[in-house]
């Protein structure tokens, strides 16, 4: 590019970059990186004079440069609003039923209006993760050992503060329908795949909390929750469509009649992990698994084999194609002999 027509984008940030790159991954430079060793602070203990051209020497130097952690943590805090400035903006979009147009008058939804950290807890609960709570990590594609796979759940905190070994309630969309509580048993600071125990997590807080029924049944296979500190308290609105558009949908037969019961859990717990899977359990007895594609298929049955139902072996069918039958009004003779 013509140094003339060089936007100041690309002479003042990429180009910074770009000479980093070609100066220690394609060949080292030590010139040029003696220029820059110079300007940016966070190299003046390294020792040009050890590093080698490559992907390492490149890592090391852009890792000391621009942390990748600390400039998106940096980035949010400067231009994202606090949570109690954007609560007032967010609640009658994930709430309209409560703050559209305007807030109840209610202590709960005073509180959530304002962020109160004193006020009734009020979580949602947006995403499952399946986790190693033994070894307080979030799992990758195997478990280490033979204990079961748990589920924590990623949370923002809305108003109040929550504490494990506290009661909640789950948000209904009906107001007939039975109120549900369950038992808030860890909380969890998220350190990447790490997790930090925490004792309380106040409003504005986004933490991992691990739930349970009070009387010890497996959770069902919802995605996300509402909870509230509360008896009928607010119910927001799903960011999930109601059915996942599955493309390509197969059919899951265990090898035992016996383990059954152990593939249907794992199908569950697969689906309350990944938003995009579609469960249907046919009146024929299949249990149809549908995907967004064929790389997702693999990443499922994967899943399945190593996390959800371990043991269990079972076969995957070629992809299912619906045939279905419907009546049409017929041409009349003329126009069907009209071209003979």
């Not at 020792?47 to 980035?75: N, V």
């Not at 994202?80 to 009658?92: E, F, G, M």
């Amino acid at each position: 590019m013509d140094t003339e027509s060089k936007t100041m984008f690309a002479e003042f940030i990429m180009q910074p970059i770009c000479n980093l790159y070609e100066a220690a991954y394609k060949y080292l430079d030590a010139d040029l990186l003696g220029k820059m060793q110079r300007q940016i602070p966070g190299w003046k203990d390294v020792d040009l004079q050890k590093l080698s051209a490559g992907a390492t020497a490149t890592r090391e130097l852009s890792s000391r440069w621009l942390p990748f952690g600390e400039c998106i943590l940096e980035m949010a805090t400067s231009h994202l609003p606090s949570p109690v400035d954007a609560a007032p903006h967010r609640l009658p979009v994930l709430c309209p039923k409560w703050f559209a147009p305007k807030p109840l008058p209610n202590a709960i939804a005073e509180g959530l209006h304002k962020c109160d950290a004193e006020a009734t807890p009020v979580a949602y609960l947006a995403k499952f993760l399946s986790a190693d709570l033994a070894r307080l990590v979030l799992t990758d594609d195997t478990l280490v050992g033979d204990q079961d796979v748990d589920f924590v759940g990623i949370c923002r905190v809305f108003s109040g503060t929550l504490r494990p070994q506290s009661r909640v309630y789950v948000g209904q969309d009906k107001p007939d329908e039975q109120e549900r509580c369950l038992h808030v048993e860890r909380l969890f600071q998220l350190m990447g795949r790490n997790l930090l125990e925490v004792t309380e997590a106040p409003a504005g807080s986004i933490v991992a909390c691990h739930v349970s029924s009070p009387d010890g049944a497996e959770l069902g296979v919802e995605r996300f929750l509402t909870l509230c500190g509360a008896e009928r308290g607010p119910n927001f609105e799903t960011p999930y469509s109601s059915q996942a558009f599955a493309i390509v949908r197969v059919n899951l037969q265990p090898s035992r009649v016996e383990d059954l019961k152990a593939l249907e859990r794992g199908l569950r717990l697969l689906h309350r992990a990944d938003p995009s899977v579609s469960i249907e359990a046919m009146v024929t007895g299949e249990n149809v698994l549908g995907c967004c594609g064929d790389e997702h298929l693999k990443r499922c049955t994967h899943d399945l084999q190593k996390l959800y139902a371990r043991d269990v072996e079972f076969s995957v069918s070629t992809p299912l194609v619906a045939v279905r039958e419907s009546i049409a009004k017929s041409a009349p003779w003329q126009e069907r002999y009209s071209q003979v």
